[in-house]
Every structure is written in structure tokens, then in C-alpha cells.
């Protein structure tokens, strides 16, 4: 489709109308929802073709994808998922949360590094000269890569393949299981597989672990000044 | 929409087709294409509710939009972007770069800040305790907070409204114009309007400064050891 496509078409109403339909059913999906059946190579395909339509600083294209099938680094992985989430329980138990905080976080399951067919490792590949665009900002790049992330993410539901974005990792050992050169950067570990179902909502937010945000609790007119903070 | 759609909907190849139509046909775009007519109010609460479906870590929704119309705030940031593009041109007038490389970057429009009716500098506002899911890698927040600008620009490109992220700027300055809180950290500026045209491909495609990536020199099999790198 995209070789074919004119790029100053118009959309329609209705075309717009179907993305937001995409945005508001796309879920960050869990061991729990996510099933094993393999995935077809054609959809892969379009899920990282999705990646390579972001924009990104000064076309820099600063992105590699490390695409993990093999069980036995996945269970690497999922050691390390361990490891920090005992760390991250730590901190839940901190006096300034609330009751039973702990106790939820603990019943939560926040991966699905092993129920899922491919896992993606996605990391920032730094230019070594100056890059257009990232002079004033150097974390522009690393935000490029974000910028493919949920174009993936936003593909796959799509295709009604579920995705889940694994941040309780350590980068140090992610980067040392996959033998990643030293100058790489993980930005995000994706678990992506077929699902039972998606879910209404984010089930944070079906769990109140947090309140949604409305529209005018994050905007600011014109500037600061304008509001009591 | 969202809320009469039934979010495990299974999408179609055709509604997925349509999405990578979108995805392909966003541009960066900047001054020279940009127009001054007024948006729609519409189109605007349209482009912040796509930013408000985006993934965020722990459900934290951790993202602040200042709304930015006035002209005298707009030529404050202009000034800021011409000191920091001063700065760049320097950067790429050194030697490693391949002749007339400084010459191509001054005859490129790399910003829409006046064209455009609309800026909107994006913010990260951070949570005052540990978020779910940001506890081994901080950096979780403000990658939110980028899903969102993505979600933006998707949108807006549906809407055939043209977005630009001016990154040349000083986010120190822009903070102070603004008169953003302490904790709070620049992300992305838009600018945001109607466009003469979208372009076919990236201007700095067509013009060469950079080559497109294959898919090939982005995918990594299983492990970083089996390809030379």
C-alpha cells in the first residue's frame, strides 16, 4: 500500500473517525490476555514496516529491533523481569502509599515475556556525528525510537495482535544477554502474540490504580501564569 | 467514538490498510508548507483526545499541553530557535562532514512557528512517588509522554492538518517563557495548521541528506552475535 498511495491524500471523516477507533482499542496486553498461537510472518511484517514509517530527527533512523523467538532468552529475560519487580515491590511497601497498594501490585501480572510467540528488543542506535535537528535536544533520538514504538504498537492492534510494553527490566542485563554493542540503548522490550481479547480498558484503570485524566487537568492555556498550579 | 466503540472490535485488512495509509503519509512539516488559516476548534479537541489514548507507563498519563496562539509568546521561541540553529550550523560546518553539507542545512526551513496558527509545547510532568512500571528504567515517563505526540501527529494527519516538532530549541528558554514549573521537562514543541501540500516523502529524503533505511539493516535475528556488526 504505501508505495501506492499518493501522500497528499485527503482523508475522509470517516477515515479519522477509524483511527481514533484504533487508538482508543489499542491495550498494553499482559501474560494474562495473551496466547500462544504463532503469529503469521506476513503480519510481522507489517508491524515493523509500521516502525519504519515514524519520523525521526533529521531522518536519522536511529532504530534496530532484536526479534527474540528462542525460549532460552527469553527466560533470561524473564529472570531479570524478577529481579527488578522485587525491587519495584520494595517500593510499593513505602510508608507513603496507600493501604493495600502492595498487595495489588502484587497480584498484577506486568509481562508476558514467555506466554507470547516473539518478543522484540528495541534499541537506540546513536549516529556519531551530529545529527539535524538533536543539536539542542540529544534525547531526540532516543524519542524517534518511541515514535516507531506506537506506530508498532497502533499496527498491531490493527491486526488484532496484542502488544505489551516490558519496562521492569534492567537495561545493563537486557543488553548483555542480547550482546548488544556497548553504544546501544535499550528504549523498549515488546512482548507481541495473539490474545483471547482486549480489554474495555486499561485495566489500571478498571483496577483505580490510577484515576483517568481529563482533557482540561493537562491543558494549559498560553502559559503557565494562566492557571494555579 | 471511543465511547460507543466495543474496544475488542477486530479491525479489518482494510481498516488496517488504512492505517498504514496514515502512518505513511505523515509528514514533518514545517514553514514553507504551512498556512495561516485558523483551525477548527473541533480538529483541536480531536488532535488532544488522540494524545489522551496514548500508552502511558503505569497509567500515570504523565503529559502537560501549553496551548500556545499568541504571537508575542510565538517570536519569543523563534528568537530562542535562531540562537540554537546558530549553534548547529557551527556543528555542521566541522570538518568530518562532506562538502556543501553546511550549505544544504541554511537552505532548509526547519521550523513553523509563526506560519502556523497553533503551537503546542508538550511537557512531561513527573509523579512525586514511584510509578508503576518506571521503578528500573525513569525514563518511562517521559517515553509516555512521546506516544502521545505521536498519537497527536497521526491524528492530525487524518484530520489533513499538518504538524512540525521543532526540536532546534534551547528547552531551558522555552520553560522560561512559559513560566513551566521547575520539575516540569520539555519534550516535544509542535506546530501545528493547514498545509499548502504534504510532501510525496521526507523533504530530507528527497533532498539526500539522509538515506532511507532498509528493513533489513534494522532487524537484528535473536542475538547481536549473529551478524557482524
Redesign the interface.
Known sequence: ??NS???????STS??????????????VRGNRFLTDPLAQSDI??I???A????S?????P????????AE?RQQIADSFFV?NE??KA??K?G??EAGKLEQ?QQ?K?EGIIETPLNIAVFYNPEK??V??????P??G??SV??A???M???A????IGMG?V?????KKVKRI????PEREL??YLCVGKVD??????E??TLK??A??E?DQ????????SRS?
Request: a neutral charge; aromatic letters at 14%.
Open positions: 500500500m504505501p498511495v499518493h501522500q497528499n491524500k485527503q482523508f477515515d479519522s473517525d477509524l483511527l481514533t477507533e484504533v487508538m482508543a482499542a489499542r491495550r498494553d511484517d507489517q515493523f514496516a509500521a519504519l514509517m515514524a519520523p530527527v533529521g531522518f536519522s533512523q532504530w534496530e529491533f532484536v526479534s527474540i523467538t528462542k532468552t527488578e525491587k519495584a517500593l510499593f513505602a507513603k502509599f501490585y498484577l506486568l556525528g551530529p539535524l535537528g538533536q543539536t539542542s535536544m534525547e531526540m532516543r524519542y518511541v515514535c514504538v506506537q506506530n504498537w497502533l499496527k492492534r490493527s491486526l488484532n510494553w519496562s521492569i527490566l534492567d537495561p542480547l550482546n548488544a554493542p528504549i523498549a481479547k482486549f480489554y474495555d480498558k486499561p489500571l484503570e490504580w490510577q483517568r485524566k482533557i493537562v491543558i494549559v492555556a498560553e502559559n503557565y501564569q498550579i
